[in-house]
């Protein structure tokens, strides 16, 4: 199946932007040898009426409980790309507070779902899969899903906004991009703040099948939990897009998190405690050069699925560490 209109190649060599690019692209519009570069340009200099033909009403949402910290970046970013009036959030319990940096935003508190970790996510998912259908009958084109910790950058080589970029897509029912999870160096990178973007603080990252999460759809769909698949569908990872996980990143939230009653109750310590061997090994493992790695893992993670779920990547086994390059830091 051809899954993006624009390949990770053509965004590569045309996004630069720079003057001898634009003449050379604008020469071949007007003499109709290149129909992509006039697509191009519509959408990305915006020079052509066109252009809201082609861009997508894009709408991101997500539930949470007891997770401002992530939250608070989950709006900042998504925010930022596709406009604060296109999120919604939901609050887990009604004992919830709803932050001030979302009054601005859609916010709802809803009953707490589930009482432990299975059915708490089974429930959760539910409603999440429910709200997205309702959201598409309001007229978004796609919506992206997940979890408040989660965020899906795109490779700024390419230099293409997130929603643009989304938008230049041609896909069935969902993609994925490629999961990174991030960990800590000891010693040398520290507590996580949100003062500096996280990719200034954080650099090495397990690729991870349990992050390449189908959480891009344009229909109405079923996700199973935690986004980890859309029930019934193939999966599609996409060049140049990646979900970065950022809930493990940090011993001091960890450590916090393990004191939070309400998770121990429900019966997280073991899934907390699990999750955080990754911190482990991006101390301990081999670091790997990104892009030979990356472009690996994803070839095998299209090919190889585990026997019990078809349509999750699987890895083989394999634990890849790798070191996000210098160009990332400013893209989260």
């Known amino acids: ?32 040898t290149d129909s992509r570069a006039f697509l191009f340009k519509a959408l990305i200099w915006g020079d052509y009426g066109g252009i809201n033909k082609f861009m997508k009403r894009i709408a991101a949402i997500t539930m949470v409980r007891n997770d401002k910290f992530f939250l608070h970046k989950w709006v900042e970013y998504y925010g930022k790309h596709l406009g604060k009036e296109n999120l919604f959030i939901f609050f887990d319990g009604l004992d919830q507070e709803i932050p001030d940096f979302c009054q601005d935003i859609y916010s709802e508190k809803v009953d707490k779902i589930g009482s432990n970790v299975v059915s708490s996510d089974k429930g959760r998912i539910k409603f999440i899969s429910g709200q997205a259908d309702l959201l598409f009958k309001k007229g978004y084109d796609i919506i992206i899903g997940g979890d408040a910790d989660e965020y899906l950058v795109v490779d700024p080589k390419l230099n293409v906004p997130l929603k643009e970029f989304l938008s230049s897509l041609r896909f069935k029912n969902c993609v994925s991009g490629l999961g990174l999870d991030f960990g800590q160096m000891l010693g040398q990178e520290y507590d996580l703040t949100l003062s500096k973007p996280f990719l200034r603080q954080r650099r090495f990252a397990q690729i991870s099948t349990r992050y390449t999460k189908a959480t891009v759809i344009n229909t109405p769909s079923e996700w199973g939990s935690g986004f980890h698949r859309v029930k019934g569908r193939n999966f599609h990872i996409i060049p140049g897009l990646y979900l970065m996980h950022f809930g493990y990143s940090d011993l001091k939230i960890i450590e916090e998190r393990f004191g939070d009653k309400d998770k121990i109750k429900q019966g997280w310590s073991r899934h907390i405690n699990k999750r955080k061997r990754v911190i482990r090994f991006v101390n301990s493992l081999p670091i790997r050069k990104f892009e030979t790695t990356v472009k690996m893992a994803r070839k095998i993670e299209r090919v190889f699925r585990p026997p019990y779920a078809w349509n999750k990547p699987g890895l083989l086994g394999l634990r890849l560490m790798v070191e996000l390059p210098e160009r990332f830091e400013n893209s989260l």
């Open 1 to 32: 199946m051809r899954c993006c209109l624009f390949s990770e190649t053509f965004w590569l060599e045309i996004s630069k932007g720079n003057e001898k690019n634009r003449k050379a692209f604008t020469k071949n519009e007007h003499q109709g």
